[in-house]
């Protein structure tokens, strides 16, 4: 006789943006979504939708002031909790609100930002300057009841480090918190006629070694110091930028400031990040803060080899071997520390071919369906103990 199949759940799920060139926390938020809509009913709440997949019902929350930003989220957790406060067996927010039996953090919590490191006469000017601001209290308030305990209430982190970092800003949170990483896709291998087209259509030169960067905020992923390495590398190694639009002049300033000008091919933002991987000899990830970095786990699927900052700056690290399935960069604003690491992969083939071997036997272990059986797995038991 067959196990009896798990019963089918009726899931609300809170992301403002739902489209997948808005970042890692959601393009993690849909990856769930395609896997558990094959085996539940999945309802989406967001501001911008941008995504389709059979099985999942999408419903715009309106959006009557843009800015400021945090009257904005103040108002989607108004008006989530009004609809999905009946009728749904999970509400799982990616969001800080106040509701939602499941809370998925992909970013390092606000107190933790304000009050970390701070005593005496330090935390009580730091807490003026909360009550002060309409904004921070407003951040603040929504994060303390996102975290609070309740029946059901399951908090998941999408590392162990953000894990730790939880713990010490909410210590009540602890028994309630979970790891659960982003999962890839595993793509076929591209060969060597793939790799040109997918050049082609991107517009990137046929020839030389083409070094990636993706993020969102080039700043904050350390685009920068990457700009000042390239600068250092032989003239065949270009660099291809995917991610905000918004950031671009800055940056081809500074490229065209170091003379790399015609070397650097800003992209601009993504739907479909494939090709760029594709197209891609290794990704270059010198982020200063990121939770996980789902963009190194995608270029590895690739069997790219990746240079990313060590687990002291992203997630990620803590679970790659440096040498064996990446190159961790120990200080990532450094620019001699992080030109040693891609001079390296740049200048030696062997070890190109050896770290992206290893990048994809890494990245076979999280596939999402897996990661969804996980998340499934604490949406049970989560009904379980608040029934």
Not at 214 to 234: C, F, H, I, S
Request: proline share 5%; aromatic share 8%.
């Amino acid at each position: 006789m067959s196990p009896t199949a798990p019963p089918r759940l009726r899931i609300a799920v809170l992301n403002r943006v739902f489209d997948s060139t808005g970042g890692g926390a959601e393009r993690y938020s849909i990856a769930l979504v395609e896997q558990l809509a094959q085996r539940h009913e999945v309802h989406v709440f967001a501001q911008q939708i941008h995504h389709q997949a059979p099985g999942v019902s999408y419903h715009r929350v309106a959006m009557p002031l843009h800015k400021p930003r945090w009257l904005n989220q103040l108002w989607y957790a108004f008006a989530s909790w009004k609809a999905t406060r009946r009728g749904f067996d999970i509400v799982h927010s990616h969001e800080n609100t106040w509701h939602g039996q499941i809370q998925t953090v992909h970013v390092v919590p606000v107190r933790h930002n304000l009050f970390n490191g701070r005593t005496g006469l330090r935390r009580v000017l730091r807490w003026l300057k909360v009550l002060s601001s309409p904004r921070l209290l407003t951040y603040l308030g929504l994060e303390s009841l996102r975290f609070s305990a309740r029946d059901g209430r399951r908090v998941v982190v999408t590392s162990d480090s953000l894990g730790a970092t939880m713990a010490s800003a909410y210590p009540a949170s602890r028994v309630m918190t979970s790891v659960i990483t982003p999962g890839v896709h595993l793509p076929t291998l591209p060969g060597g006629d793939d790799k040109t087209q997918a050049r082609q259509a991107l517009g990137l030169p046929a020839q030389g070694l083409c070094l990636l960067f993706v993020g969102n905020d080039y700043r904050k992923k350390g685009l920068g110091a990457l700009l000042e390495v390239l600068g250092t590398l032989p003239g065949k190694v270009v660099l291809a930028v995917v991610g905000n639009p918004g950031h671009i002049p800055e940056f081809r300033r500074q490229a065209e400031s170091l003379g790399i000008g015609a070397r650097v091919f800003f992209l601009g933002a993504l739907q479909d990040v494939s090709p760029a991987y594709r197209a891609a000899d290794a990704l270059v990830h010198p982020t200063l803060e990121d939770t996980f970095a789902m963009v190194v786990l995608e270029a590895m699927a690739h069997g790219l080899p990746v240079v990313v900052s060590s687990a002291a700056y992203c997630g990620i690290s803590a679970l790659l071997h440096d040498g064996v399935n990446a190159l961790l960069v120990d200080e990532p604003r450094s620019t001699q520390a992080l030109g040693r690491a891609v001079g390296r992969v740049c200048g030696e083939g062997d070890l190109r071919r050896q770290l992206g071997a290893q990048a994809r036997l890494f990245a076979q272990g999280y596939g999402w369906e897996d990661i969804a059986r996980q998340q499934e797995a604490l949406y049970f038991d989560s009904v379980a103990s608040a029934g």
